[in-house]
Each structure stands twice: as structure tokens, then as C-alpha cells.
T-cell receptor, first 111, second 111 residues
Framework: NAGVTQTPKFQVLKTGQSMTLQCAQD?????MYWYRQDPGMGLRLIYY???????DKGEVPNGYNVSRLNKREFSLRLESAAPSQTSVYFC??????????FGPGTRLTVL | EDKVVQSPLSLVVHEGDTVTLNCSYE??????LLWYKQEKKAPTFLFML????IEKKSGRLSSILDKKELFSILNITATQTGDSAVYLC???????????FGQGTRLTINP
């Protein structure tokens, strides 16, 4: 089992560019999550998907969109990147007892 | 607004010391409290606590939840340099899929 995988690991964008962060899990979990982590702020939830075909906003959804492509895959899109979106992004999936497993993260810099 | 607060934000101790990390929460429809350890990359799961007063242990780490006073502590005894990490706590909710994280405590163990 690979667990939760994310691509890319690093990305540098210019302001206004768009990109999609990819996430996949092979644990057959229904729920998947996107977080961002900034220094001193812990993990903040951007969007989550309780099951295939559903998505919901978290604490900080502005500037992002998501797609739950199938049970395995949950992508995060930045349509027009801004410097305030410079962060480390983590994808996670959840067991039925609410334990979350995290991917390795994507370090994004927006210039 | 749901809130999870950790203290201290940073802690530096010598190898062999015992440390106590604190996590308080104010959330509606609380279900459980989770602890994670984050070294260089993704958070890894340590404990999930649902009931008050029942200590969970794993080696030198232990944790307990007080649902009346709305806090949890994570104890690490006989600390080692490998315990250096950011420790995150998070609250989960009844009937909702998300977690709300605290800011994290950065623990540094000096030899």
C-alpha cells in the first residue's frame, strides 16, 4: 500500500498562474481532505469530500476549487495563484474511526 | 467558532527530561481528540481519545482527555532526540467529517 500520495512535491508559480495539485489514496477510504499549513498556524482545512461525488468547504476555501474524480482521487486547483497561497499543502484520507492519514505534502511558492 | 489551542507553542528541554504538552478545545458536538507527531513531512497519528479519564499509552508517550474541563495532555517521559518534532492536536465532531487542528507545539530535545 502506498497510502496517500501527492504530486508534485514542489512547485513555484508566478502570480496569476493556475495549477492543480493531485492526491490519491489506495486505502479505500470514503473521506478525503485538503489542508494548508503555514508557520505557527497548524493545519487549516481548505476543502473536504465525505464521499465520491460530494465536496464541502472548510475554514479557508477562498481561491481554491476541488474535484473528487473518483473514490481514490481528490484534486485541488488554484485558478489564479496569489502570494498568500504560498504554503505547504497536505492531502489526507480518513478511516471510519476518524483517524486521518496524510500524504507527504506539496511545498508551493507563489512569486 | 470552533477552536483548539495548544501550549506551549515551543519547548526546549534536555534529553531524559519529562514533558507535558497541553491542548484545550472549544467545539460544538465534540467527538474525539487526536494527537499527531510531525517531523519533517506529514503528520503521523499517535492517539485518539474519546472518553474522559482513560489514559492511552504507547511506549514513553501517554495521553489523557478531560471532557469536563475540555483539555487533553500528552506526556513524554525520558525524552530522546528523536522525539523532537511538532506535536499537533485536533478535535473531531459528531456527525461531521472534519478535524480542527491546534497551532502545534514545537518540541526540541537537546542532547
Amino acid at each position: 500500500n502506498a497510502g496517500v500520495t501527492q504530486t508534485p512535491k514542489f512547485q513555484v508559480l508566478k502570480t496569476g498562474q493556475s495549477m492543480t495539485l493531485q492526491c490519491a489514496q489506495d486505502m479505500n477510504h470514503n473521506s478525503m481532505y485538503w489542508y494548508r499549513q503555514d508557520p505557527g498556524m497548524g493545519l487549516r482545512l481548505i476543502y473536504y469530500s465525505a464521499s465520491e461525488g460530494t465536496t464541502d468547504k472548510g475554514e479557508v476555501p477562498n481561491g481554491y476549487n476541488v474535484s473528487r474524480l473518483n473514490k481514490r482521487e481528490f484534486s485541488l486547483r488554484l485558478e489564479s495563484a496569489a502570494p498568500s497561497q504560498t504554503s505547504v499543502y497536505f492531502c489526507a484520507s480518513r478511516t471510519i474511526v476518524n483517524e486521518q492519514f496524510f500524504g507527504p505534502g506539496t511545498r508551493l511558492t507563489v512569486l | 467558532e470552533d477552536k483548539v489551542v495548544q501550549s506551549p507553542l515551543s519547548l526546549v528541554v534536555h534529553e531524559g527530561d519529562t514533558v507535558t504538552l497541553n491542548c484545550s478545545y472549544e467545539v460544538t458536538n465534540f467527538r474525539s481528540l487526536l494527537w499527531y507527531k510531525q517531523e519533517k513531512k506529514a503528520p503521523t497519528f499517535l492517539f485518539m481519545l474519546t472518553s474522559s479519564g482513560i489514559e492511552k499509552k504507547s511506549g514513553r508517550l501517554s495521553s489523557i482527555l478531560d471532557k469536563k474541563e475540555l483539555f487533553s495532555i500528552l506526556n513524554i517521559t525520558a525524552t530522546q532526540t528523536g522525539d523532537s518534532a511538532v506535536y499537533l492536536c485536533a478535535a473531531s465532531f459528531q456527525g461531521a467529517q472534519k478535524l480542527v487542528f491546534g497551532q502545534g507545539t514545537r518540541l526540541t530535545i537537546n542532547p
